[in-house]
């Protein structure tokens, strides 16, 4: 299937390779990403929206890491199911695990919603930090499920051993992360609140990416039984 991996056939330090390297790539990246909005609001910003952005980030990385694991367990049990060429199972577990995950999103946004400001106070947050550090949690919250849905397409394209699209997708969404924070926090001048929404609007792009992506790379993977495709045994 064009865009996948078959990790039993050739040479095994090769292949290894030609799936970590991407990985590497998209953690160096991944490093840069996160630094964007951090270098733009210093810049261009005070330092309040700069020490407000500090804080946030302890809370993106607490759900981001949740999601990370929801969707690193669904892509082991994918590709259990893809390298045995069972692709109705495969199908069968994309839906279940899609559906559990965006339950789970939705739940902590509505539990971060609520929790958000009373953590701050006791983790006795400096009271000038508090509002911007809210506002910019409460627009990530509402977005969290972007989030999600972005690093399932990582972890959907990893499980049938494409890893360069994911690398691909992700320098593709750095570029897109410039041009969004330059836009609403210097153009716009919205300030820590600006970088939420570009982060937001980049996720949402990269969703868009990975599922177009996708369908083009594997549509056997997402088309019903009734097309033909071959069936699981027994």
């Known amino acids: 299937m064009s865009g996948t991996l078959d990790m039993t056939k050739g040479k095994i330090v090769s292949q290894l390779l030609i799936v970590a390297m991407p990985l590497i790539i998209c953690d160096f990246i991944q490093q840069l990403y996160n630094t964007i909005d951090a270098f733009i609001l210093a810049r261009f910003t005070s330092a309040i929206n700069f020490a407000a952005l500090g804080i946030a980030e302890t809370y993106v ?31 069968q577990e994309m839906f279940i695990s899609l559906s559990f995950g965006l339950a789970v999103t939705l739940l902590l946004s509505l539990v971060g919603y609520v929790s958000l400001t009373p953590s701050l106070v006791l983790l ?31 972890s959907v394209l990893r499980s049938v051993g494409n890893t360069k699209t994911s690398a691909l997708i992700l320098f593709i969404s ?24 570009a982060t937001i609007c980049t996720q949402a792009t990269a969703c868009l990416l990975f599922y177009l992506i996708s369908r083009v790379l594997f549509p056997n993977c997402f088309l019903p039984n009734r097309y033909g495709l071959e069936q699981s045994p027994g």
């Open 61 to 91: 990385n607490l759900f981001t890491f949740i999601v990370i694991g929801i969707c690193v367990g669904s892509s082991v049990i994918l590709s259990a199911q893809f390298g045995a060429k069972r692709l109705d199972y495969f199908r």
């Open 174 to 197: 750095l570029i897109l992360k410039c041009g969004f924070s330059y836009f609403f926090i210097v153009y716009f001048k919205l300030g820590i609140t600006g970088a939420a929404y």
């Open 124 to 154: 006795n947050t400096p009271d000038t930090l508090i509002p911007l550090t809210v506002s910019y949690m409460q627009i990530f919250l509402l977005g969290l499920i972007f989030t999600f849905l972005y690093n399932y397409g990582v």
